[in-house]
């Protein structure tokens, strides 16, 4: 084998894995295509990483029942399965509830089989506790794979991303960018992340603490000046 035949063997065994994680990840979220960002009617919608937790959950959906706001739940599949009440509740409280994959773990990590395996397993949680079958999807990081799109078309899902976050998964990010972050985004479909569980790594654990602090003072101030909150998709 000639030098030139060994140099082009090994250009190909690093583009496959960079075309099937880094590459799709890029082409999909520069294109828009197969996701969605932003939701196409006035307001600002909800989404909530991470979840569900014992305790942060509970005083989120204290919160938002409060301001009588829905918003949108992306579960991990293990932590709804020990929590089954928390997804009844949100269910019955208008709030919708979608897959972030069994166990947080990376598209890039993941073949397609085990891929779908991760979706079809929260779908079941999630179906199990609420008796409706989701049909929201966002992958941890927001990182997919060249199976991803065609997987969830495949269980007709969509695929939600976001429009804006303010690293909201550490705590000094919560104290100094997250409240102003929140006033300022546009009431034009925006899709905000935001996350009600610290427990992943490169998270900090009372992170939702101090972001339930901030969201607190962001949603007595919005819904005083009629701010519409809004669902990315409707039921
Ligand atoms: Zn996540």
């Given at each position: 084998m000639g030098k030139r035949t060994i140099a082009s063997i090994f250009a190909c065994l690093c583009i496959i894995p960079l075309l099937y994680t880094v590459l799709a990840t890029a082409i999909i979220r520069i294109t828009g295509?197969?996701?969605?960002?932003?939701?196409?009617?006035?307001g600002i919608a909800l989404t909530f990483d991470d979840g569900p937790h014992p305790v942060y959950t509970v005083k989120l959906l204290d919160l938002l029942k409060r301001h009588n706001v829905r918003a949108t739940f992306f579960v991990v599949g293990e932590k709804a399965q020990l929590h089954p009440a928390l997804l009844k509740r949100m269910h019955a409280e208008g709030h919708q509830i979608g897959i972030h994959h069994l166990q947080h773990s990376s598209s890039w990590l993941l073949t397609p089989g085990q891929l779908k395996k991760q979706l079809v397993e929260t779908e079941q949680i999630i179906q199990e506790a609420t008796g409706v079958r989701p049909f929201l999807y966002r992958p941890p990081w927001g990182f997919m794979n060249a199976a991803s799109i065609p997987l969830a078309k495949s269980r007709d899902y969509k695929i939600i991303i976001w429009s804006?976050?303010?690293?909201?998964?550490?705590v000094a990010s919560c104290e100094t960018i997250l409240l102003e972050g929140l006033r300022q985004?546009?009431?034009?479909g925006s899709i905000i992340l935001l996350h009600d569980?610290?427990?992943?790594?490169?998270?900090?654990?009372e992170a939702p603490d101090v972001m339930l602090s901030k969201l607190q003072i962001f949603l007595e101030e919005a819904t005083a000046k009629g701010v519409r909150f809004i669902l990315p998709i409707s039921n």
């Open positions: 295509f197969g996701i969605v960002k932003k939701a196409n009617r006035t804006h976050h303010f690293k909201d998964w550490k985004v546009p009431e034009d569980d610290g427990t992943n790594p490169g998270a900090d654990d």
